[in-house]
T-cell receptor, first 113, second 113 residues
């Protein structure tokens, strides 16, 4: 079964503390993993994807196929990082990627001053 | 101004009535999607369309219907057969082959009275 699990509904940290938002996936094929973010009163938007191996707003995420995880990390949290974060899995179907994204339940990150 | 436009933002419906949510994009994207967002459940895929005049059921298609007569439009009808229609609905689009990189609308909140 294809599934994305984000075990924490809410993660609360103080400004300047490290952040790790957990994401585990279940998929037998070759996955593509993504993190999306939704700031208050804004649209859901792509934060980063594992293929590009980029760092966006100080966030990084490494795909660990052995542990089937794609945790989102930031060494020093900022108040403006407070938002809802979704991990997502894109699945392949033989002839090409269908573009079907499976989302996790989401984690609310609250960064306190 | 390019993007995805959903309307209406808020909609109230009486039980037993069908209602149609509009989604229009001017990004020239081939693929379009409808997701339902419920607290604690993340985003769940209702329907998606990779090309005009073709669409596929997602994970929770029962009680919903769609059409894709034009590339830029992908309306969603919530029928009276949907048992629990009160939710936040998100429309998204993507370039064909750029799986996972979705552009989202602002959403439509449907409340059944």
């Amino acid at each position: 079964a294809q599934r994305v699990t984000q075990p924490e509904k809410l993660l609360s940290v103080f400004k300047g503390a490290p952040v790790e938002l957990k994401c585990n996936y279940s998929y037998s094929g070759s996955p593509e993993l993504f993190w999306y973010v939704q700031y208050s009163r804004q649209r859901l938007q792509l934060l980063l994807r594992h293929i590009s191996r980029e760092s966006i707003k100080g966030f990084t995420a490494d795909l660990n196929k052995g542990e089937t995880s794609f945790h989102l990390k930031k060494p020093f949290a900022q108040e403006e990082d407070s938002a809802m974060y979704y991990c997502a899995l894109s699945t392949y179907h033989g002839s090409g990627n269908t573009g079907k994204l499976i989302f996790g339940q989401g984690t609310t990150l609250q960064v306190k001053p | 101004d390019g993007g995805i436009t959903q309307s209406p933002k808020y909609l109230f419906r009486k039980e037993g009535q069908n209602v149609t949510l509009s989604c229009e994009q001017n990004l020239n994207h081939d693929a379009m999607y409808w997701y339902r967002q419920d607290p604690g459940q993340g985003l769940r895929l209702i329907y998606y369309s990779q090309i005009v005049n073709d669409f596929q059921k997602g994970d929770i298609a029962e009680g919903y219907s769609v059409s894709r007569e034009k590339k830029e439009s992908f309306p969603l009808t919530v029928t009276s057969a949907q048992k629990n229609p009160t939710a936040f609905y998100l429309c998204a689009s993507s370039i064909q082959g750029a799986a996972g990189e979705l552009f989202f609308g602002e959403g439509s909140r449907l409340t059944v009275l």
